[in-house]
């Protein structure tokens, strides 16, 4: 069963940095097509972050998290890393692992086939 478990979250203070994973396991990583990440902060909805294809050559990121945070993954270790720079208060969100098996770039959930549970992220000084 295709599954997704993300890692990595914690307290940190403004300014400051943090790695988030994503493990896939479940079924062949290649079957994953696009992976990428949400977030939903209290009292919002669930909102984009960041999307990686398949083949790593092409991201996309939300506005918000330009320039701040980037994706990665790793083919060997079927792990989709988000590393978030220069945090903020605004951050401060429960972080969802996200797959696709089309293949491509999204920014929404429409169309996601696996979910992971998520990670809880607290910018707070």
């Known amino acids: 069963q295709a599954q997704l478990v993300e890692s990595g979250g914690g307290l940190v203070h403004p300014g400051g940095s943090l790695s988030l994973f994503c493990a896939a396991s479940g079924r062949a990583f290649s079957n994953y097509g696009s992976m990428g990440w949400f977030r939903q902060a209290p009292g919002k909805e669930r909102e984009f972050v960041a999307v990686i294809n398949w083949s790593r050559s092409m991201m996309k990121y939300a506005e918000s998290v330009k320039g701040r945070f980037t994706i990665y993954k790793t083919y060997a270790a079927n792990t989709v890393y988000l590393q978030m720079n220069s945090l903020g208060p605004e951050d401060t969100a429960v972080y969802y692992c996200?797959?696709?098996?089309?293949?491509?770039?999204?920014?929404?959930?429409?169309?996601?086939?696996?979910w992971g549970k998520g990670t809880p992220v607290t910018v707070s000084s």
């Open positions: 996200a797959a696709r098996s089309v293949d491509g770039i999204f920014d929404s959930d429409d169309g996601i086939n696996y």
